[in-house]
């Protein structure tokens, strides 16, 4: 059973809303009071005193702006897994991201593709040895996760055929997740960089985004284009680049 002992409120109040919101069977106990006999592991902060705790008894020390790592980490310690840490990436516009430890999952998220490397970085920053694996759809996006994660993150290409699963009534909107889920249960090619040659249907979707953007009706090039695709410019950042080129013609 995994034991809460801290006298950080904010930590307490985290942690205990995580296992809740879990149906994790914990108890809470003052820094003062012994432990339970059935403690398996016992979460606290990095003031509270632990000299008493059994050295076998795994001690997760958490901090009160990550509660939820420090409920991952206690969790897998009452499984006894190893820890293993694996995220995966369903690419598009709002990318569905699965974080599984173990096959279990522990996370999910669907977020704008500017905020996906960060959300995913974030997720990995106390993971022992993680993967990341991405599905090879959704070409611009994924290329553009794949070259801005971090050089140290192992990276792999999965075909993500087949990964998305039938929604049935209720749940809308969940499938980029799900997929997500699945393509982190598929071993992919390792990969350290994704090169993008943008097809010209490709460019034209880029085109139409940048007309329905503008306050002109104004579509951008296909040089301009390029440069969207290969994650250079914004869209925004195209537009205005063309319009000043345009204006001074």
Same mark, same amino acid.
């Given at each position: 059973?995994?034991?809460?002992?801290?006298?950080?409120?904010?930590?307490?109040?985290?942690?205990?809303?995580?296992?809740?919101?879990?149906?994790?069977?914990?108890?809470?106990?003052?820094?003062?009071?012994?432990?339970?006999?059935?403690?398996?592991?016992?979460?606290?902060?990095?003031?509270?005193?632990?000299?008493?705790?059994?050295?076998?008894?795994?001690?997760?020390?958490?901090?009160?702006?990550?509660?939820?790592?420090?409920?991952?980490?206690?969790?897998?310690?009452?499984?006894?897994?190893?820890?293993?840490?694996?995220?995966?990436?369903?690419?598009?516009?709002?990318?569905?991201?699965?974080?599984?430890?173990?096959?279990?999952?522990?996370?999910?998220?669907?977020?704008?593709?500017?905020?996906?490397?960060?959300? %995913?970085?974030? =997720? $990995?920053?106390?993971?022992?040895?993680?993967?990341?694996?991405? @599905?090879? &759809? +959704? /070409?611009?996006? *994924?290329?553009?996760?794949?070259?801005?994660?971090?050089?140290? %993150?192992?990276? =792999? $290409?999965?075909?993500?055929?087949?990964?998305?699963?039938?929604? @049935?009534? &209720? +749940? /809308?909107?969940? *499938?980029?997740?799900?997929?997500?889920?699945?393509?982190?249960? %598929?071993?992919? =090619?390792?990969?350290?960089?994704?090169?993008?040659?943008?097809?010209? @249907?490709?460019?034209?979707?880029?085109?139409?985004?940048?007309?329905?953007?503008?306050?002109?009706?104004?579509?951008?090039?296909?040089?301009?284009?390029?440069?969207?695709?290969?994650?250079?410019?914004?869209?925004?950042?195209?537009?205005?680049?063309?319009?000043?080129?345009?204006?001074?013609?």
């Amino acid at each position: 059973m995994i034991v809460v002992r801290t006298t950080d409120f904010e930590l307490y109040h985290g942690v205990v809303t995580e296992l809740r919101d879990r149906d994790v069977t914990f108890t809470t106990i003052e820094p003062a009071q012994p432990l339970p006999d059935e403690t398996t592991v016992v979460i606290t902060d990095d003031a509270t005193e632990t000299t008493d705790i059994d050295a076998d008894l795994p001690i997760v020390t958490g901090e009160p702006d990550s509660p939820r790592q420090a409920v991952d980490c206690a969790l897998t310690l009452t499984r006894g897994d190893s820890g293993r840490t694996i995220v995966g990436v369903d690419p598009g516009r709002k990318p569905g991201i699965a974080v599984l430890v173990d096959e279990v999952v522990v996370a999910a998220f669907q977020v704008p593709l500017a905020d996906a490397v960060e959300t %995913i970085e974030a =997720e $990995l920053a106390t993971a022992d040895d993680p993967i990341v694996r991405i @599905g090879d &759809g +959704a /070409r611009l996006q *994924g290329t553009t996760i794949v070259n801005d994660l971090a050089d140290d %993150i192992r990276v =792999e $290409l999965v075909d993500e055929t087949g990964t998305t699963p039938y929604l @049935g009534t &209720g +749940a /809308r909107g969940m *499938g980029d997740v799900l997929a997500a889920t699945n393509i982190a249960r %598929i071993e992919g =090619e390792s990969i350290t960089e994704r090169e993008f040659e943008p097809t010209a @249907g490709e460019l034209q979707v880029i085109k139409d985004r940048s007309r329905n953007a503008g306050e002109t009706n104004r579509a951008i090039d296909d040089r301009f284009a390029r440069q969207v695709a290969a994650g250079e410019l914004t869209i925004a950042e195209a537009l205005a680049a063309h319009r000043a080129e345009t204006d001074d013609e």
